[in-house]
């Protein structure tokens, strides 16, 4: 399978509540291919699904790649097949490390704001922060003490700014004020959020005002409905064909129903995976990977989630 290697599942550590960790390595020994803080990999389950998951540890580590899975009590099957079917020795297909919530390594002050199982992208990020010696601070909020993963870890890590833990059982009242917690922030500090989409909703919010190139935001799952409208077409241009996307359905579903070979992994516009280049039509888009400068320029679209305003969509396929 292009662009994928295969990983053997070296060992499989408890981290939190419902949270393990699985390191994997080169299925022949050596190295594995690079990566940068922020990374994510996708894992090509047996079951079919591909799941993006977050690498959690430094980029400076060739021989492994650390990924932590959160079985959600409302995913869609992907972190309930790895909890339950996922063994130690057992030989599984990734892609390649892509990076859509990159580390600005020369920022005067990085401000790291998580939430639950999005501490995982924030992980790599401050292994990294600290190998360069650089000024960061971390806001980690969770359900309970007991649900918040590598808190351990985290605690060995010195910070000049601090590591700030928040947990729903043990505020007393408080509130976790994000808002403030960005008012705090300084003037040229770039800011990091990952987390449940309330998190993600309020943090946008706070920083509306800052430059969009300090403001950095990792989503886990999508923010609205698919496209399912359907009533267009979408014509294929390398490949000379026309395909009807039919009520109920996304471009995804109609072009793998067709037996186009398409990129997919996330399935909610969250990882970029199936990016295609729109020559011809405008796109609906209801993703959350491309800028809304970038969607305003309808040079492509996700193919997963998003739908099209014309009757007719050509795409670079």
Not at 49 to 58: E, I, P, T
Not at 66 to 72: G, L
Not at 220 to 233: D, L, N, Q, S
Not at 263 to 290: I, S
Request: net charge neutral; aromatic share 6%; proline share 3%.
């Amino acid at each position: 399978m292009a662009g994928t290697q295969q990983v053997l599942v070296k060992r499989i550590s408890y981290e939190a509540e419902r949270i393990n960790s699985y390191e994997l390595v080169a299925r022949t020994g050596g190295e594995l291919a690079p990566f940068t803080a922020g990374s994510h990999i996708d894992l090509h389950l047996p079951n079919g699904m591909v799941r993006s998951y977050s690498l959690v540890n430094d980029q400076r580590e060739r021989h492994r790649y650390v990924i932590a899975v959160n079985r959600d009590a409302e995913s869609r099957g992907g972190s309930r097949f790895v909890h339950d079917t996922v063994k130690v020795g057992e030989i599984m297909t990734i892609s390649l490390p892509r990076n859509n919530f990159a580390l600005c390594e020369q920022a005067e002050h990085s401000v790291l704001i998580a939430g639950g199982i999005g501490i995982t992208p924030l992980l790599s990020m401050i292994r990294r922060l600290v190998a360069l010696g650089r000024c960061w601070e971390l806001f980690y909020a969770a359900r309970t003490r007991a649900a918040a993963a590598f808190l351990d870890e985290l605690g060995t890590f010195r910070s000049d700014a601090g590591l700030h833990v928040d947990f729903d059982d043990e505020r007393a009242g408080r509130v976790f004020d994000l808002a403030a917690i960005v008012r705090a922030a300084p003037a040229r500090a770039h800011l990091y959020c990952c987390g449940p989409l309330p998190m993600l909703a309020a943090f946008e919010a706070a920083t509306a005002d800052r430059p969009a190139d300090r403001v950095h935001v990792e989503y886990f799952k999508a923010r609205e409905a698919p496209a399912t409208e359907g009533g267009f077409v979408v014509r294929l241009a390398r490949s000379n064909r026309t395909i009807t996307v039919e009520p109920g359905r996304t471009i995804l579903d109609a072009l793998l129903d067709a037996g186009i070979a398409a990129n997919y992994a996330c399935t909610e516009g969250v990882c970029g995976t199936c990016e295609t280049r729109v020559l011809e039509g405008k796109p609906d888009h209801r993703d959350q990977f491309l800028s809304e400068e970038e969607q305003a320029t309808n040079r492509s679209v996700m193919i997963c989630c998003s739908g099209a305003k014309s009757r007719m969509l050509v795409l670079d396929l």
